[in-house]
């Protein structure tokens, strides 16, 4: 009797931990739609989008061939 219990409770344990630490990150399209709406100061090149913030920070959206996000990079 013992060992199913404690078979269940570690598989419920496991299953908590594994939906607790879920990693809920953006996408790099949400990411750079949220840079593009808070910049100061904006590059644009054909593939390639230059942030530049009043804080000193700066970052890069950078497009593939299609048009979608390929790469942000931020620089602080």
Do not use: H, W
């Amino acid at each position: 009797m013992k060992n199913p219990i404690q078979k269940t409770l570690l598989i419920l344990l496991f299953s908590i931990s594994l939906i607790a630490c879920r990693n809920e990150a953006e996408t790099a399209e949400e990411k750079a739609e949220d840079l593009i709406e808070n910049a100061d100061d904006m590059k644009v090149k054909e593939d390639k989008i230059k942030i530049e913030n009043e804080d000193g920070s700066e970052a890069k959206i950078k497009y593939d061939e299609n048009g979608d996000v390929e790469k942000v990079k931020t620089d602080n």
